[in-house]
């Protein structure tokens, strides 16, 4: 079964390391888009099982995408992606959890596939 990742983040180097780096996880299709809205609309076109949304982006940012997404996606699996030092309160917004940037490359997608509870 193939599963389709969203990375929603306006940095286009985040994007391509994340994009590789979750493409070597068997069965995962990665696709990327540069901003909140442009996920919404992805989301909205059918076939995402889950998203890796960056908090801080200009304009649209990750909280705002993600109550667009709860508002038309209500079960659709959400997981930020944020430097940010202090992640409190993040939970409550509806997402699964939090990865931190830096992240390593090698070991994200485990992380990642522990968050969203996706076995092998």
């Known amino acids: 079964m193939t599963r389709t990742v969203l990375v929603v983040d306006d940095d286009p180097d985040v994007r391509e390391i994340l994009s590789l780096a979750l493409s070597a996880c068997p069965g995962w299709l990665v696709e990327t888009v540069a901003g909140g809205a ?16 960056d908090l801080e982006m200009p304009g649209f940012d990750g909280r705002r995408t993600l109550r667009e997404l709860r ?3 209500a079960g ?4 930020f992606l944020t430097a940010a030092v202090d992640t ?13 940037k830096p992240f390593d ?10 968050l969203l509870r996706w076995d092998g």
Not at 38 to 53: P, S
Not at 76 to 79: A, H, N, T
């Open 88 to 100: 409190s309160g993040l939970a409550e917004l509806g997402a699964l959890g939090v990865l931190a």
């Open 105 to 114: 490359p090698l070991g994200i997608g485990a992380r990642l596939a522990g």
């Open 71 to 73: 508002a038309a996606h």
């Open 38 to 53: 442009a996920a919404v609309r992805r989301c909205d076109a059918g076939g995402v099982d889950a998203v890796v949304l």
């Open 76 to 79: 659709l699996p959400v997981v």
